[in-house]
Structure formats: structure tokens, C-alpha cells
């Protein structure tokens, strides 16, 4: 390995190297194969996670939004998709090591899931479910100290009464309340880094401001980085620090919130933009003052 391969190495060096990033995605490229052939799904897409950053991959169904996430994760079948490129998650390159990937799953790296209602089993209790998880990344904790642990990540996503919630089966708790078991269960890895794929388009609007904003109050707690997926243009202004906007694969253009939404340069953007309805004053125009609706202000925006 060379030193500039990772900074891991630079660090130990004692070089003043600039913060390694959670994540540095270079050139990766994936291939499915499909019934019809192979579909070159993600075609060579750069970008980097630091800590406390939010970078969220907005396009139309289809771009290959889902296939880069779970690629990241290293989640796609082996014998179903081809990886190239270099993907490092926490200095470890998931792709030339897939032993690495395995590893950082679930520890430096969680994912929290499109659909809720359909992503935990019905036939067992929230708690079972919650502490399978919770001993599953510290094995070491009797069985006290696990509930103890569930029920402070309970708490630590605003899920009012933890105790009696734990005891719960999922269709008695709502999909907000479910997609926050969802969180918690990937913050019980204490992860530096959350894929989220879609995580409130399951969700009524005024629920979806609540998980968006509970999500940003945990990164700022614990400055944990977020790789957000979405087509929906309203929750990337809300939750982004950069956009990067993919169609067939490819990323066609890149900035903060603020340029993407505000003055995005390129016409499929701008047609995505188009496809937004009457959310908010980004709607065709920058936010300036007015109370946009759903969500209250962008991230970074002054309180
Ligand atoms: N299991 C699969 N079998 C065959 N083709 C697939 C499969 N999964 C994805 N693809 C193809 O890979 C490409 C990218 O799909 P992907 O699911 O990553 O898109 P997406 O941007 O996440 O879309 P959506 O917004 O609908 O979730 C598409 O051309 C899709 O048809
Ligand atoms: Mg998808």
C-alpha cells in the first residue's frame, strides 16, 4: 500500500495531512447482470463524505441511485453485480476487500431503509428486534445492559415511552415511529457514516419533517456523516451540504444545495426542479425569508 493510497498511512506518518474522509468514492463503476444482459448501472461516479456532511444523490427512477448505495455497502450480490473503482470507508477499500466490507457494516457504516413498514419483522416485538441487533455489535453486554442500551437509543431518536415501545410488534407503532426504530437500530453500531435510501419517501409530509429533522439533530450531536438518496428535490434543499445529481448512471452536475437548487446549470436539473410541486419558496426561487412549508430551514441555514 502506498502512503498516498490512504491516509491512514499519511496520518501515521505524522504528515499534517488534511481529516481523512469517511468516505471517498473514486471512479466506481458497477455492472448487473440481468435477465436481458448486463446494465452498466453506476458509471464511474466520484465523491467524498466528510464528518458532519450530508451528500445526497438526487435523479429519477432508475439512475442508479440505489445500486451506488448498496454498493457502497458492499450489499449487492456477488455473482449479480461487478464493482470497479475504489470505495473507502474509513480508509478501508470495501471493493478490493470484501472481508473489509463485511466489517465496517454496521459499525463505521449503517444503512436505514426506504420502507419502514416493511423492513423489520411482523412476527417478532420491536425489542427482540432492537436487542438482536444491540448484541450483535456489542456481544459482550448481558442481557440487562442490552435492554438498558435499546432503550437509550429509544430515547436518543425522541421515541416517547421506550419501555412499553420495546414490548411492541411493528404494526402497533406508526411508520414515523417505526422508521425511527430503523435509525436507531443503525446508530447501534455508533456508525461515523449512514447510507439512507429514501428513508421518508414511505412517509406523510409532516412526518418526513420530523425524521429529516431528527436525523440532522443526531449528526450534529455526534457529527456522523449521511449519504442521502432521494428523488425528491424539497428534502435534498432541507438535508444536503452537496447534491450530486445522477441520470444513467453517470453524475451530470454537482454543488452545494444552495447552486443545484438555486441555479442549477444543467436542463435535467432544472427538470427535476420542474417536477417539484409547491413545497416551498426553492420552488423556482431561492429561500428568502417566508416560512416554507414542509420543513422550517435548509441545513446551515441561521436557527
Ligand atoms: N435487480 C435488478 N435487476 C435488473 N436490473 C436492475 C436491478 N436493480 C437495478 N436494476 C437496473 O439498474 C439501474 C439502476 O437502478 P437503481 O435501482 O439503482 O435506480 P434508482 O435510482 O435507485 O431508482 P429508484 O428511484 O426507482 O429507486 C436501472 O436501469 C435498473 O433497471
Ligand atoms: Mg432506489
Do not use: C
Not at 426506504?114 to 441487533?133: I, W
Not at 412517509?203 to 443526531?218: P, R, S
Not at 437548487?261 to 432544472?270: I, K, M, N, S, W
Request: aromatic fraction near 2%.
Amino acid at each position: 500500500m502506498s502512503a498516498t493510497a490512504s491516509g491512514t498511512v499519511a496520518a501515521e506518518a505524522g504528515t499534517p495531512a488534511a481529516p481523512q474522509p469517511l468516505l471517498s468514492v473514486t471512479d466506481l463503476q458497477i455492472e448487473l447482470v440481468t435477465d436481458n444482459g448486463v446494465v452498466r448501472a453506476v458509471d464511474g461516479v466520484s465523491f467524498e463524505i466528510h464528518r458532519g456532511e450530508t451528500v445526497t444523490i438526487i435523479g429519477e427512477s432508475g439512475s442508479g441511485k440505489s445500486t451506488t448505495a448498496m454498493g457502497v455497502l458492499r450489499l449487492l450480490p456477488d455473482d449479480l453485480a461487478v464493482l470497479s473503482g475504489s470505495v473507502r470507508v474509513q480508509g478501508h477499500d470495501v471493493i478490493a476487500d470484501p472481508r473489509a466490507a463485511a466489517k465496517v457494516r454496521g459499525r463505521a457504516v449503517s444503512l436505514v431503509p426506504q420502507d419502514p413498514m416493511t423492513a423489520l419483522s411482523p412476527v417478532h416485538s420491536v425489542g427482540a428486534q432492537l436487542l438482536e441487533v444491540v448484541r450483535l455489535r456489542r456481544p459482550g453486554l448481558d442481557r440487562a445492559a442490552a435492554r438498558s442500551r435499546a432503550v437509550d437509543l429509544l430515547t436518543q431518536v425522541r421515541i416517547p415511552e421506550p419501555e412499553r415501545r420495546l414490548r411492541a410488534y411493528p404494526h402497533q407503532l406508526s411508520g414515523g415511529m417505526l422508521q425511527r426504530v430503523l435509525i436507531a437500530m443503525a446508530l447501534a453500531g455508533e456508525p461515523s457514516l449512514i447510507v439512507a435510501d429514501e428513508p421518508t419517501s414511505a412517509l406523510d409530509v409532516t412526518v418526513q419533517a420530523g425524521i429529516l429533522d431528527l436525523l440532522l439533530e443526531l449528526q450534529a450531536g455526534t457529527g456522523v456523516g449521511i449519504l442521502m438518496i432521494t428523488h425528491d428535490l424539497g428534502v435534498a434543499r432541507v438535508v444536503s451540504d452537496r447534491i450530486h445529481v445522477m441520470r444513467d448512471g453517470r453524475f451530470v452536475e454537482s454543488g452545494t444545495a444552495e447552486q443545484i437548487v438555486g441555479a442549477p446549470v444543467e436542463d435535467y436539473t432544472r427538470s427535476l426542479l420542474s417536477a417539484v410541486p409547491s413545497l416551498g419558496p426553492w420552488d423556482g426561487a431561492p429561500a428568502a425569508g417566508g416560512s416554507p412549508a414542509p420543513h422550517a430551514a435548509a441545513k446551515g441555514d441561521p436557527a
